[in-house]
């Protein structure tokens, strides 16, 4: 099964809000879920739950009060997309080889094909900051 590049909407939407994080990191106050939710059009109620994730897995901080929110619990520079996926939609586990040996050496093939992909997939991931991720974003901009 091909399984590289996608993602659940859950993943998305907390690539979204760690990138609008960190965005807003050198602030140093924490951000409204409402806020984010609805600069990009993303369920509050869901918003909520994915950050409660993140913020297990310890790449976010939350405040509580008139003044809280979330903030990211590092530098927009140490944290990944590979970080984030991790958390939202994390690798399926390995079929070991005995799971597969029934199926024809075609199967097994593209199963080892897949598997390059996926590796592949996964360092361009690891190396993809949120600190890059904003300033291409913040870079200049063409309309054509």
């Not at 958390?87 to 390059?116: M, Y």
């Not at 974003?137 to 054509?144: A, D, K, N, S, T």
Request: proline share 6%; hydrophobic share 40%.
């Amino acid at each position: 099964m091909y399984a590289a590049m996608q993602r659940s909407a859950k993943a998305e939407y907390a690539c979204v809000a760690m990138l609008e994080l960190a965005a807003r990191y050198a602030e140093k106050r924490p951000i409204r879920v409402a806020d984010i939710a609805q600069r990009h059009n993303i369920s509050e109620r869901f918003l909520v739950q994915i950050l409660l994730a993140l913020k297990y897995a310890g790449l976010v901080e939350s405040t509580r009060g008139a003044a809280g929110g979330y903030t990211l619990s590092r530098s927009p520079e140490t944290i990944t997309l590979y970080d984030i996926l991790q958390v939202t939609d994390p690798p399926p586990k390995p079929e070991t080889q005995d799971g597969r040996s029934q199926f024809s050496p075609f199967f097994r093939q593209l199963q080892n094909v897949w598997l390059r992909v996926r590796q592949a997939e996964e360092e361009v991931l690891k190396q993809m900051t949120l600190a890059d991720l904003v300033a291409q974003c913040e870079g200049p901009h063409y309309v054509i």
